[in-house]
């Protein structure tokens, strides 16, 4: 039996030696690479904090000690060693494990988290409160990467940190890399530190020497050795961003050593006061194709796809039996990125930023085509859309493509710095409704109803790729204020692409099929959606007209006062919040307008309440966004009487 299959949960670790435990460490990484591998999930990541997941386990008594995982992709070990190591093979399928650390699975996940750069500040509330003497008291530890500490909120868990004194631990994990390599400053810090190993022993080695310097110079200096060290740190100490914030600090610490990660962390854990405990580890450690590719391989074994490994090496493809598969329709991703490549070599003015997200936004496409005219801040949204707003304000015509759910960490600076000032910068919000595996912190549900009440703002969002090309142009063309286009995740439809894109008027929608007795008005990826329903419908002999609002602010209010006179029942349909959503503002234009009794209004979109992960079919089945379901009930509605209507 191996050593893991003993281990049921932290507790099992204790009396375990050094070298067991790095035993334990490697078992839970071939776990990983052969589970992962088959059914697919953050992958390189994972490897890189087996050692640290059981050093901190075997140290602490969890979920007494509260460990703090970041993000939570890296905290496939911490799952394995706290109950689930045999739940593993369900992690981001529908009904089985989360993909990020939940508090509603395991008293073991202290936080819920899938956005980066929150677990200090976690951290700091957790141990202030049981200070106070309202919780339990015991040790507070924060795992926090590299990449999510370029996140601005990280740095102001830091200060609170330092400045209350709060006992708590922070270890830094520092492999370089988030999902992309890291950009900025503070990356080139941590390679001056992890490249530097000896920096500590350096620098005592020249304060000894420049006390025995000869003529009394060496006195002299020793008797101002208090400036003269603090000068000495400022150009040597690896840790001194962290020391000017009243936080010890401890590093640089082989993160694949058990032995000195509980050496470090156990010292660390004794001391009473914050301390950053800096380790150094390998992104896909384990694993060559990630740990020997550099760069380039870590960010592509960042999530391993499904079947992609096999035997412990990357699966070869199978070659197809004699006929090719057809070409499947192109990403959204990547008709965005061709779309601004096209854009920039248009209109000098264009510009792409990303957040730490090259790959998952396609702006990759255009920092290959065109690097001057690509920005990546890091993960750092709220900077990222002030950066916007400056480039903006001097004429240039930014396009700052943000995940939907990234882009609600921005808020703040869409109102304040972006609508306030109605300055033309474009959101291109990826990953908009269900995204699938990820999950309720990756559903890009909200982006609707958190735009649309802003003043300034315009909002659109296409049925297919040709709809998101002509849209980016019209965007682009737009010169009075923020716009914000919003597109779902994965295949596009597989319509042509236009060779020149006409741009579109804004608040100008589009009527599809016409029909009777029935309305059908599409938002996004709701329009294709609704076609689906009314093909149902249409074979249960009920025509049912089909229109693409494209515009979810400005409405195009002559439209849809039409759809309503022409018809009994207008069907709103999106791929996002019905509360404060598209069809909230259909809902908003008839009662304004007092056209509320000329039709019954029924709306179809996400409930209110987070939606679990799982294949984006499966998740749209269970709230019955689905051509099937929106066809039953509209049908049932139309086939009753009146009154039913009105109860829909």
């Given at each position: 039996?191996?050593?893991?299959?003993?281990?049921?949960?932290?507790?099992?670790?204790?009396?375990?030696?050094?070298?067991?435990?790095?035993?334990?460490?490697?078992?839970?990484?071939?776990?990983?690479?052969?589970?992962?591998?088959?059914?697919?999930?953050?992958?390189?990541?994972?490897?890189?904090?087996?050692?640290?997941?059981?050093?901190?386990?075997?140290?602490?008594?969890?979920?007494?000690?509260?460990?703090?995982?970041?993000?939570?992709?890296?905290?496939?070990?911490?799952?394995?060693?706290?109950?689930?190591?045999?739940?593993?093979?369900?992690?981001?399928?529908?009904?089985?494990?989360?993909?990020?650390?939940?508090?509603?699975?395991?008293?073991?996940?202290?936080?819920?988290?899938?956005?980066?750069?929150?677990?200090?500040?976690?951290?700091?509330?957790?141990?202030?409160?049981?200070?106070?003497?309202?919780?339990?008291?015991?040790?507070?530890?924060?795992?926090?990467?590299?990449?999510?500490?370029?996140?601005?909120?990280?740095?102001?868990?830091?200060?609170?940190?330092?400045?209350?004194?709060?006992?708590?631990?922070?270890?830094?994990?520092?492999?370089?890399?988030?999902?992309?390599?890291?950009?900025?400053?503070?990356?080139?810090?941590?390679?001056?530190?992890?490249?530097?190993?000896?920096?500590?022993?350096a620098r005592e080695d020249v304060e000894e020497g420049l006390t025995r310097l000869p003529a009394g110079i060496g006195e002299r200096i020793e008797r101002v050795g208090p400036q003269v060290k603090e000068a000495l740190k400022a150009f040597w100490a690896p840790g001194l961003l962290f020391e000017e914030l009243d936080l010890a600090y401890v590093g640089v610490v082989d993160g694949h050593d058990v032995s000195q990660l509980r050496?470090?962390?156990?010292?660390?854990?004794?001391?009473?006061?914050?301390?950053?405990?800096?380790?150094?580890?390998?992104?896909?450690?384990?694993?060559?194709?990630?740990?020997?590719?550099?760069?380039?391989?870590?960010?592509?074994?960042?999530?391993?796809?499904?079947?992609?490994?096999?035997?412990?090496?990357?699966?070869?493809?199978?070659k197809p039996n004699g006929q090719r598969p057809a070409p499947a329709p192109p990403q959204y991703t990547t008709v965005f990125g061709n779309a601004m490549v096209e854009e920039c070599r248009r209109d000098k003015r264009v510009v792409?930023?990303?957040?730490?997200?090259?790959?998952?936004?396609?702006?990759?496409?255009?920092?290959?085509?065109?690097?001057?005219?690509?920005?990546?801040?890091?993960?750092?949204?709220?900077?990222?859309?002030?950066?916007?707003?400056?480039?903006?304000?001097?004429?240039?015509?930014?396009?700052?493509?943000?995940?939907?759910?990234?882009?609600?960490?921005?808020?703040?600076?869409?109102?304040?710095?972006?609508?306030?000032?109605?300055?033309?910068?474009?959101?291109?919000?990826?990953?908009?409704?269900?995204?699938?595996?990820?999950?309720?912190?990756?559903?890009?549900?909200?982006?609707?109803?958190?735009?649309?009440?802003?003043?300034?703002?315009?909002?659109?969002?296409?049925?297919?790729?040709?709809?998101?090309?002509?849209?980016?142009?019209?965007?682009?063309?737009?010169?009075?204020?923020?716009?914000?286009?919003?597109?779902?995740?994965?295949?596009?439809?597989?319509?042509?692409?236009?060779?020149?894109?006409?741009?579109?008027?804004?608040?100008?929608?589009?009527?599809?099929?016409?029909?009777?007795?029935?309305?059908?008005?599409?938002?996004?990826?709701?329009?294709?959606?609704?076609?689906?329903?009314?093909?149902?419908?249409?074979?249960?002999?009920?025509?049912?007209?089909?229109?693409?609002?494209?515009?979810?602010?400005?409405?195009?209010?002559?439209?849809?006062?039409?759809?309503?006179?022409?018809?009994?029942?207008?069907?709103?349909?999106?791929?996002?919040?019905?509360?404060?959503?598209?069809?909230?503002?259909?809902?908003?234009?008839?009662?304004?307008?007092?056209?509320?009794?000329?039709?019954?209004?029924?709306?179809?979109?996400?409930?209110?309440?987070?939606?679990?992960?799982?294949?984006?079919?499966?998740?749209?089945?269970?709230?019955?966004?689905?051509?099937?379901?929106?066809?039953?009930?509209?049908?049932?509605?139309?086939?009753?009487?009146?009154?039913?209507?009105?109860?829909?």
């Amino acid at each position: 039996m191996s050593l893991l299959e003993k281990i049921d949960g932290p507790k099992d670790l204790r009396g375990f030696t050094d070298e067991q435990l790095q035993q334990v460490a490697q078992e839970v990484r071939e776990l990983i690479i052969d589970t992962i591998g088959e059914i697919g999930g953050h992958f390189g990541a994972n490897l890189g904090t087996c050692e640290l997941a059981v050093a901190l386990h075997s140290l602490l008594d969890s979920p007494r000690d509260k460990i703090l995982w970041d993000v939570g992709h890296q905290a496939y070990p911490h799952k394995i060693l706290t109950g689930r190591r045999d739940q593993l093979a369900t992690i981001r399928k529908y009904g089985g494990l989360a993909p990020f650390c939940s508090i509603f699975e395991s008293e073991h996940d202290i936080m819920g988290a899938g956005h980066a750069s929150t677990s200090v500040s976690y951290a700091v509330g957790i141990k202030e409160a049981m200070r106070r003497g309202l919780a339990p008291d015991g040790k507070v530890v924060a795992v926090i990467g590299d990449g999510a500490l370029t996140g601005g909120v990280a740095f102001e868990a830091l200060h609170n940190a330092g400045g209350m004194g709060v006992p708590i631990v922070i270890v830094l994990n520092d492999n370089g890399m988030s999902i992309a390599p890291n950009v900025g400053a503070l990356s080139k810090y941590f390679n001056r530190v992890r490249l530097n190993p000896k920096l500590h022993k350096a620098r005592e080695d020249v304060e000894e020497g420049l006390t025995r310097l000869p003529a009394g110079i060496g006195e002299r200096i020793e008797r101002v050795g208090p400036q003269v060290k603090e000068a000495l740190k400022a150009f040597w100490a690896p840790g001194l961003l962290f020391e000017e914030l009243d936080l010890a600090y401890v590093g640089v610490v082989d993160g694949h050593d058990v032995s000195q990660l509980r050496e470090a962390i156990g010292k660390a854990l004794d001391a009473d006061r914050p301390v950053v405990v800096h380790i150094k580890t390998v992104k896909g450690k384990g694993f060559p194709p990630a740990e020997e590719g550099g760069l380039e391989g870590m960010e592509k074994w960042h999530a391993a796809k499904p079947a992609s490994i096999k035997n412990g090496a990357p699966a070869t493809a199978s070659k197809p039996n004699g006929q090719r598969p057809a070409p499947a329709p192109p990403q959204y991703t990547t008709v965005f990125g061709n779309a601004m490549v096209e854009e920039c070599r248009r209109d000098k003015r264009v510009v792409g930023i990303t957040a730490a997200m090259n790959s998952g936004t396609g702006l990759n496409i255009l920092q290959k085509a065109m690097p001057d005219r690509y920005y990546d801040v890091g993960i750092a949204e709220q900077h990222a859309v002030l950066f916007a707003a400056g480039l903006a304000l001097q004429g240039l015509k930014p396009v700052a493509a943000i995940y939907s759910t990234f882009l609600q960490r921005a808020f703040d600076q869409i109102v304040h710095d972006v609508c306030l000032q109605k300055l033309n910068v474009v959101f291109a919000m990826d990953r908009a409704g269900l995204v699938g595996d990820d999950g309720p912190t990756h559903h890009g549900a909200f982006d609707i109803a958190y735009m649309r009440c802003l003043p300034n703002m315009t909002l659109m969002a296409p049925r297919d790729e040709a709809m998101l090309v002509r849209m980016l142009r019209t965007a682009l063309l737009y010169d009075d204020g923020p716009v914000g286009i919003r597109y779902p995740r994965g295949e596009a439809v597989g319509v042509p692409l236009p060779e020149q894109p006409e741009p579109i008027r804004i608040g100008q929608g589009e009527l599809l099929r016409e029909g009777e007795r029935v309305a059908f008005l599409g938002y996004g990826d709701g329009v294709n959606i609704a076609l689906g329903a009314a093909d149902l419908l249409a074979e249960r002999g009920l025509s049912a007209t089909v229109a693409d609002a494209r515009f979810a602010k400005p409405l195009d209010k002559a439209l849809i006062e039409q759809l309503v006179q022409d018809h009994e029942l207008v069907v709103t349909v999106e791929d996002g919040c019905l509360h404060g959503g598209f069809g909230s503002a259909v809902a908003e234009l008839l009662g304004d307008r007092q056209l509320a009794a000329e039709a019954w209004l029924m709306r179809f979109g996400i409930p209110d309440r987070y939606v679990t992960h799982g294949k984006p079919a499966l998740l749209r089945e269970e709230i019955g966004l689905t051509p099937k379901a929106i066809s039953e009930r509209v049908a049932d509605a139309v086939l009753e009487p009146r009154g039913a209507l009105q109860s829909a």
